[in-house]
């Protein structure tokens, strides 16, 4: 019975790459939750989608930051122009509903900026 | 403004040694608090839910309470695994499906 899955598990970009992480909810899950950890940092939610929607993604910086939830495939969080702020660890969770219902979280991904 | 505040932000036990973790908050229209374990380099790995004050939940050495302002993480008679960073988390009404976290307390439990 597999968790959540995200890969890669550690990203290295330079500065003005793009940089796409990638999260497979837990089975039975259509609910994916994207949330960033700064260094020293609590974690910090950035989007929220279903399939094929995003319900709130009021987290999410308004430029270079996008998210999608696709009919097939897993959930992608894409982060274009990246600069060295973007450094931080990026975890996903999923749900089985939306709501009050626990969140399970993947492993994240580590994102370096050159 | 609605916020999370967990303490200490470190403890130090010796094996055996019982002690609490504190999670406050100050938000409104309370849905759910949740607990994780987080060790170095993984993801949070859930606990507990705790939905109304007076309610309480027990797994091994752990056991969460929650009241109208704060909750309760009580560790009894804690193992060297045990050592880890424990996040609270709180759901709001208001908040939609996204969870508010707390800057976690690092536990560190010698032999």
């Known amino acids: 019975n597999a968790g959540v899955m995200q890969n890669p598990r550690h990203l290295v970009r330079r500065r003005g790459q793009e940089a796409r992480l990638r999260c497979s909810p837990m089975k039975g899950h259509s609910h994916v939750y994207w949330y960033r950890q700064l260094p020293e940092e609590g974690l910090k939610f950035m989007v929220y989608l279903q399939k094929e929607n995003i319900i709130d993604e009021s987290g999410m910086p308004k430029e270079r930051f996008s998210a999608e939830f696709p009919k097939e495939g897993p959930s992608i969080l894409r982060i274009q122009q990246v600069v060295r702020g973007d450094s931080a660890a990026y975890f996903c969770?999923?749900?089985?509903?939306?709501?009050?219902?626990?969140?399970?979280f993947g492993d994240g991904t580590r994102l370096s900026i050159l | 403004e609605d916020q999370v505040t967990q303490s200490p932000e470190a403890l130090r036990l010796q094996e055996g040694e019982s002690s609490s973790l504190n999670c406050s908050y100050t938000?409104?229209?309370?849905?759910?608090l949740f607990w994780y374990r987080q060790d170095p380099g993984k993801g949070p790995e859930f606990l507990f839910t705790?939905?109304?004050a007076g309610e309480e939940k027990e797994k091994e050495r752990l056991k969460a309470t929650l009241t109208k302002k704060e909750s309760f993480l009580h560790i009894t008679a804690p193992k060297p695994e045990d050592s880890a960073t424990y996040l609270c988390?709180?759901?709001?009404?208001?908040?939609?499906?996204?969870?508010?976290f707390g800057e976690g307390t690092q536990l560190t439990v010698n032999p």
């Open positions: 969770a999923s749900s089985p509903q939306g709501s009050n219902q626990p969140q399970h």
């Open positions: 705790l939905y109304s």
């Open positions: 938000v409104s229209g309370l849905r759910g």
């Open positions: 988390a709180v759901f709001q009404e208001t908040s939609g499906s996204r969870l508010t």
